[in-house]
């Protein structure tokens, strides 16, 4: 006769139930930002536009671009969830979750003028989101107002780095320009709502350790 204390489950196994059903789902977003087709609820902008004329040159140099946006996106979700895993205010949290939705679209978007310009994306992804992730919890685990003037920081530089690949765009890529206008709005909204639940300033050398490591994943990115 089967003992019934068999299907009892042990302590340290009912400790470790709540850990799972936490960190499956988390585990499950990591898995579709880097590697699934990401979904939007707005159309992309410009996809009502003509496709401009470009050389094969400026097509590829496009694409790169794109390429990087799309792995800055890629490291705006790991960000987020890192930082929503382990923010302690609900507000704050859900501000994290629908700037990491909207980023969302951005992933969609970047993926999408990729895949028109016949270009590929990065095959670093993953690693770029290890890193954010990890980077997104530890800032979370400094508190919500250091979280949330980490998050407004990275959005300053982000406005400013598609600000710059908009001037890199041949002139007549309107789709393109579309698109990285869009995002930079969204961006600079992310910013202000940072600002709006209380986001510090940081530590100019956080800024500049910041920038330093943008600039890297940007020169890599462009190339692979």
């Not at 340290?12 to 990591?30: G, Q, Y």
């Not at 694409?63 to 890192?82: F, T």
């Not at 003037?149 to 320009?177: C, I, N, Y």
Request: hydrophobic share 40%; net charge negative.
């Amino acid at each position: 006769m089967r003992c019934v204390w068999a299907n009892i489950p042990t302590q340290t196994e009912i400790r470790e139930i709540p850990v799972l059903d936490t960190l499956i789902p988390e585990f499950d977003k990591a898995l579709r930002a880097v590697f699934a087709a990401a979904p939007t609820r707005r159309p992309m902008p410009g996809a009502d536009l003509p496709e401009a004329e470009m050389s094969g040159d400026e097509k590829r140099h496009v694409a790169a671009l794109m390429r990087v946006n799309h792995c800055g996106e890629i490291c705006a979700q790991a960000l987020y969830q890192g930082q929503a895993m382990s923010s302690r205010d609900p507000a704050v949290r859900r501000e994290l979750e629908q700037a990491a939705w909207e980023e969302t679209e951005h992933l969609n978007w970047t993926e999408r003028r990729i895949a028109e310009l016949g270009g590929r994306k990065s095959i670093l992804n993953p690693l770029w989101y290890a890193g954010s992730l990890a980077i997104g919890v530890v800032a979370g685990k400094c508190g919500d107002t250091w979280s949330l003037g980490f998050l407004a920081e990275t959005e300053r530089q982000v406005e400013g780095h598609l600000e710059g690949h908009k001037a890199r765009l041949p002139a007549q890529d309107r789709k393109s320009w579309e698109v990285l206008e869009q995002m930079k709005a969204d961006e600079g909204r992310h910013a202000e709502t940072a600002n709006h639940y209380g986001a510090r300033e940081l530590p100019t050398p956080v800024k500049l350790a910041m920038k330093l490591s943008s600039t890297v994943m940007t020169r890599l990115s462009y190339l692979a």
